[in-house]
C-alpha cells in the first residue's frame, strides 16, 4: 500500500516566523511531489511542485526534496495569519495516481 | 476554462438510496481522479482513469461504490445503497497525464446521508 505521511500537527507559529512542514512517502518510484494549500470549506489548491531533489523556491515557500530518504518539506517564511490552512503532500507515481498525506494544520498567530 | 465542475454542490440523502455524483474535467486533461475526505481519515483516492479508462480502483471502499468515465468530458460516482457513514466530501480532480503534472480540484460535493 503506497502512503504518504504528514506530522499530524496542528503546528502553530506567530506572526513573522518560519513554518516547517515535513512529509514521507513510501514508495520509491514516485516521480513528482506536490504542495496543496486548504482553507477550510474550500478545495485544495496547488502552491509548489518539485521534481529533484535539493531545494525549490518560490517567494516566501520552499520545497525541499530528498528521494534517498524519501522526504519532501515544505518551509513557510515570514508566515502571515493568511497562511493559516491545511497543508496537504502529495506524491505522484509512477503509475500516474496522486494520492495525499492526511495534511497539517497550520494557524499563524497575530 | 471554468475549471473543474462538480455536481451537486450539496446532496442530503436518506439512508438505502441511490447518490449519483457528477463531474466534468477541464478540456484537455485526460486524467480524472475521484477523492473522498473526512476528518478522520484525509483525502483518500478512490479511483483514477486515464484516457476515460479506470486505472486502479483500490481506494474504492466497497461494491456499493461504482464510478464511469463514459466520455472525456463527464465522469460519476455512484453509491448504491448510501450509509450514514458514507458521508464526507467528495472532490473531483483532473489533470494532463504527464507523470509531473498537478491535478485540479473540482470545489467538492458534501453528502450527508441520514
Known amino acids: 500500500q503506497k502512503e504518504v505521511e504528514q506530522n499530524s500537527g496542528p503546528l502553530s507559529v506567530p506572526e513573522g516566523a518560519i513554518a516547517s512542514l515535513n512529509c514521507t512517502y513510501s514508495d520509491r518510484g514516485s516521480q513528482s511531489f506536490f504542495w496543496y494549500r486548504q482553507y477550510s470549506g474550500k478545495s485544495p489548491e496547488l502552491i509548489m511542485f518539485?521534481?529533484?531533489?535539493g531545494d525549490k523556491e518560490d517567494g516566501r515557500f520552499t520545497a525541499q526534496l530528498n528521494k534517498a530518504s524519501q522526504y519532501v518539506s515544505l518551509l513557510i517564511r515570514d508566515s502571515q495569519p493568511s497562511d493559516s490552512a491545511t497543508y496537504l503532500c502529495a506524491v505522484r507515481g509512477n503509475n500516474n495516481d496522486m494520492r495525499f498525506g492526511a495534511g497539517t494544520r497550520l494557524t499563524v498567530k497575530p | 476554462d471554468a475549471g473543474v465542475i462538480q455536481s451537486p454542490r450539496h446532496e442530503v440523502t436518506e439512508m438505502g438510496q441511490e447518490v449519483t455524483l457528477r463531474c466534468k474535467p477541464i478540456s484537455g486533461h485526460n486524467s480524472l481522479f475521484w477523492y473522498r475526505q473526512t476528518m478522520m481519515r484525509g483525502l483518500e483516492l478512490l479511483i483514477y482513469?486515464?484516457?476515460?479508462?479506470?486505472?486502479?480502483d483500490s481506494g474504492m471502499p466497497e461494491d456499493r461504490f461504482s464510478a464511469k468515465m463514459p466520455n472525456a468530458s463527464f465522469s460519476t460516482l455512484k453509491i448504491q445503497p448510501s450509509e450514514p457513514r458514507d458521508s464526507a466530501v467528495y472532490f473531483c480532480?483532473?489533470?494532463?497525464?504527464?507523470?509531473?503534472?498537478?491535478?485540479?480540484f473540482g470545489q467538492g460535493t458534501r453528502l450527508t446521508v441520514v
Open positions: 480532480a483532473s489533470s494532463l497525464g504527464d507523470i509531473g503534472r498537478e491535478a485540479f
Open positions: 482513469f486515464n484516457n476515460n479508462v479506470p486505472i486502479d
Open positions: 518539485i521534481y529533484s531533489n
